[in-house]
């Protein structure tokens, strides 16, 4: 892509950083953010046809590079996204802290009061299970209708169509910082530390979320091009896939039925959200601040840490094939893009 090219792409985002994604309908308010003086080349307005750019490389470290080189526009992108989910609401931004902050008080109230589930300190467990299930979920719920939401910004600007699913997985990830900083609120109310010798675990349990938020959400973004049917099967897909991952119940009811069933403990793991949430919940919630009693609920969470890491280990190669996949099936269908949108 050329270098005026580039400069019209970012100034486009830059210039209209309020407009929702699923509102983008003005083409020609689009086009007149792109064709500003001091741009060098302004699209012909009339022009309703897809730039992609027929040189882009074809490779993944080609791909990388392109998406490296527009940086500033995915960084731009992503802020949009960000301000843009709260638009015109009194509170604004700090939506991203009372969710979970409303939601921690809740579910302390149902299940003090009302549900007792028989698990110490109930509500921080599943709070810490939603944090990290809920950054997959936005990401790819989020990446899913990026392609088909910013359909004017697709015929009338060439840029990485990759940037647009990425931008809004960036974007799920700043509202888990949020979620995870008023989880880290809660635990300190409860007086309840994490397992600091794991903390690190944290690391590559966010960065394996995000790499398989972002290879799903580039296969779906492409697919719900030709079949708007994608966005509205992806609701009951995670739906189902909250309920068969141990959030609202401990991984050791799992674990132990699995076992029983098929005499192999190890297929309670073939769910890829699994190893992530028991890992995620083992790091934050930690069953070792609990009494031997209350420990015996979780004597399968409270395993050393090399289980862990080999756990993650396959989670992180499954959400790397992943990636290729999505990555293969989107640059397939991408030079279709403008004729279905």
Known sequence: ???????????????????????????????????????????????????????????????LIDIWDHRELLANMTRRDVKTRHKNSLLGAAW??????????????????????????????????MVIYQLFSMGVTGATVSIVSNAALIKKISFPREVLPLAAVGSSFSTFLFRLTILCVGLAAFRQPPEWSMIWLLIPIVV??????????????????????????????????????????AYDFVAIAIEDLFGYERIAMANPMTPLIVAFQRVMYNPTNFSIEDQANFQRMLRPTWWYVENLAISGAFAL?????????????????AERL
């Not at 972002?214 to 609701?235: E, I, K, P, T």
């Open 1 to 63: 892509m050329s270098q005026p090219d580039r400069a019209n792409a970012e100034r486009a985002i830059a210039v209209d950083t309020t407009i929702e994604p699923p509102l983008v309908a003005n083409v020609e308010q689009m086009v007149a953010a792109a064709q500003s003086p001091s741009s060098g080349a302004p699209f012909p307005p009339s022009a309703d046809v897809d730039l992609v750019d027929s040189g882009r490389p074809d490779t993944i470290r080609g791909r």
């Open 96 to 129: 991203n802290l009372l969710n979970p902050l409303l939601q921690l008080a809740i579910y302390s109230v149902v299940f003090t009061f009302f549900l007792s589930s028989g698990t110490p300190r109930y509500p921080l467990k599943l709070l810490s299970g």
């Open 208 to 249: 394996i979320v995000l790499i398989m938020a972002s290879g799903l959400g580039l296969l779906f973004a492409a697919l719900n091009v030709l079949y708007r049917d994608v966005q509205h099967f992806l609701d009951l897909a995670l739906l189902a896939l909250f309920w068969f991952t141990p959030i609202i119940y």
């Open 321 to 337: 094939a992943l990636l290729y996949c999505g990555w293969r099936v989107f640059t397939k269908i991408e030079a279709d893009f």
